[in-house]
């Protein structure tokens, strides 16, 4: 078992995806298990809690996908209740069947007792516990007075197939602090474009976040990690896309990426600057644009003379400033302000970042470091 899911963020971001083998055909699962494995999704979301009235025979096929998926050496994460862990044989008071099953994590999505939770963490079998997050309760501080052992326990939030039902970003971002501040991890999904299986009827997209549900798969991903609000991202619906599988196992998890329209009258000392990797926001920041100002001083020796510059600028802009800026030349900008006007033709513009990702700039703050990845050119 790997404890990539608990006791604290000094883990790596991981992702995973969601099965419903008891929908569909088995082997397509199977299948899927092998197609995500390959591009690096290291977990499995499971939910048993919507089979409380399944046949024997779909139970069968959902242990058989879990037994795949644990010679793939996923971690294996169960969202059950009290009726569903009778279901499948679990005893609250004793996780053998769990482990024998290939369970490395119960998920307790409706209520259950704080000194019920913190025992379990106790369990022989080394079992991870994880809580529902999006209630954003006191229940996570009632279950530490019972002192469970804090490396087997974490939160993870609920996905939501109904449009116009997921959740806000800032009750979204406390419900989620209430763990982390408390060194847990954290975990929440996106949605699939293409996947149909979910534990409801209708099951278009799964998304924990309402303002994510309609964006592309990996900048719903993005919008996750680089909040700092979770430590692991999953597809809540399945089957998700061989690209769209692809598209999120290629974003960096750590550093903040902003993708870029790229200017078609960009120079190669502008590129040398666009594209270097240390580029982090001054730690005195302003509201109109963010700066890099240390490109200024590592690239001094440039040339920068003016080019395609613009009279207004809008939020989302990048530009570096020419030789028109003196000592400042070499300063990368990203704008911030619509309708931004500037003096002198300083500006030298370099591209723009894609619209769905402008909301990422929120997440840039002093000191962050970011870097950017390129789209196409206009």
């Not at 900048?219 to 700092?228: C, G, I, M, R, T």
């Not at 894609?354 to 929120?362: C, G, V």
């Amino acid at each position: 078992m790997s404890p990539i899911f608990c006791g604290g963020n000094m883990f790596k971001k991981k992702i995973g995806i969601s099965i419903y083998p008891e929908k569909n055909d088995l082997q397509k699962t199977l299948d899927y298990l092998e197609l995500a494995k390959k591009y690096g999704y290291s977990f499995i979301f499971v939910s048993f809690i919507h089979m409380v009235n399944s046949s024997q025979i779909d139970i069968d096929k959902v242990l058989k996908a879990i037994k795949k998926a644990k010679e793939l050496n996923y971690y294996v994460i169960a969202d059950l209740e009290y009726e569903s862990l009778k279901k499948i044989n679990i005893s609250i008071n004793n996780l053998k069947q769990a482990k024998e099953y290939g369970i490395d994590c119960i998920r307790f999505d409706s209520p259950v007792l704080p000194k019920e939770i913190a025992a379990l963490t106790h369990n022989k079998y080394g079992i991870d516990i994880q809580l529902n997050v999006s209630n954003n309760d006191s229940f996570i501080d009632n279950v530490l007075d019972y002192k469970p052992v804090l490396s087997r326990l974490a939160g993870c939030h609920n996905f939501y197939p109904q449009k116009y039902t997921g959740l806000e970003y800032d009750f979204f971002k406390e419900s989620s602090q209430r763990y982390l501040s408390k060194g847990m991890s954290v975990g929440a999904f996106i949605g699939s474009h293409t996947g149909i299986l979910g534990t409801a009827k209708y099951n278009n997209e799964l998304p924990t976040l309402e303002m994510t549900r309609c964006l592309d798969v990996d900048v719903q991903a993005k919008v996750l990690f680089y909040s700092n609000n979770v430590d692991f991202v999953a597809f809540g619906n399945a089957f998700a896309s061989e690209e769209e599988l692809k598209k999120v196992s290629l974003i960096d998890r750590e550093e903040i990426t902003l993708s870029l329209e790229l200017s078609k009258y960009i120079s190669e000392n502008e590129k040398t600057i666009l594209f270097w990797d240390q580029h982090f926001r001054r730690g005195d920041v302003t509201k109109f644009f963010v700066r890099s100002t240390m490109s200024r001083v590592v690239f001094k020796n440039l040339q920068i003379p003016d080019n395609n510059t613009k009279e207004i600028f809008d939020k989302g802009d990048v530009v570096v400033i020419n030789e028109n800026g003196g000592s400042y030349k070499g300063e990368l900008l990203i704008i911030l302000q619509d309708n931004f006007k500037p003096e002198n033709n300083t500006y030298n513009f370099l591209g723009k970042i894609l619209k769905d990702e402008i909301s990422l700039l929120n997440y840039i703050e002093s000191w962050t470091y970011f870097q950017f990845s390129t789209k196409n050119r206009f």
